[in-house]
């Protein structure tokens, strides 16, 4: 079974920098993708960022993209979100998601995860 614990969430000022971090259990964890998700209220969940397996590969979404940057750490099983330039529209509950095999072409679908973090809020301030 496998457990995934978002952290770092916290108030933060707009332009400001966060970094949150995904801790995994489970011995899949280097042979799986692994996404960030957010969802604000009213509105559905949105992919942010996801990363290869041996994180050589990396996406972003675009409202992200030069902003954000996804890592990972197979020897730790952890995955980060470096988010700077944070803006008030940056404001959601944001999940860890892990891959449910080795390799997808459909990094920003939901459904290409099999296991989800419970979610942590990243609420910024304008």
């Known amino acids: 079974q496998v457990q995934l614990v978002e952290s770092g969430g916290r108030l933060v000022q707009a332009g400001g920098s966060l970094k949150l971090s995904c801790a995994a259990s489970g011995r899949i964890f280097s042979s799986r993708f692994m996404g960030w998700f957010r969802q604000s209220p009213g509105k559905e969940r949105e992919f942010v960022a996801a990363?290869?397996?041996?994180?050589?590969?990396?996406y972003y979404a675009d409202s992200v993209e030069g902003r954000f940057n996804i890592s990972r750490d197979n020897a730790k099983n952890m995955v980060d979100l470096q988010m700077n330039g944070l803006e008030s529209e940056d404001t959601a509950v944001y999940y860890c998601?892990?891959?449910?095999?080795?390799?997808?072409?459909?990094?920003?679908?939901?459904?290409?995860?099999?296991?989800w973090g419970q979610g942590t809020q990243v609420t910024v301030s304008s």
């Open positions: 990363i290869s397996r041996t994180g050589d590969f990396t």
């Open positions: 998601a892990q891959g449910s095999r080795p390799y997808t072409v459909r990094w920003a679908d939901a459904s290409e995860y099999a296991y």
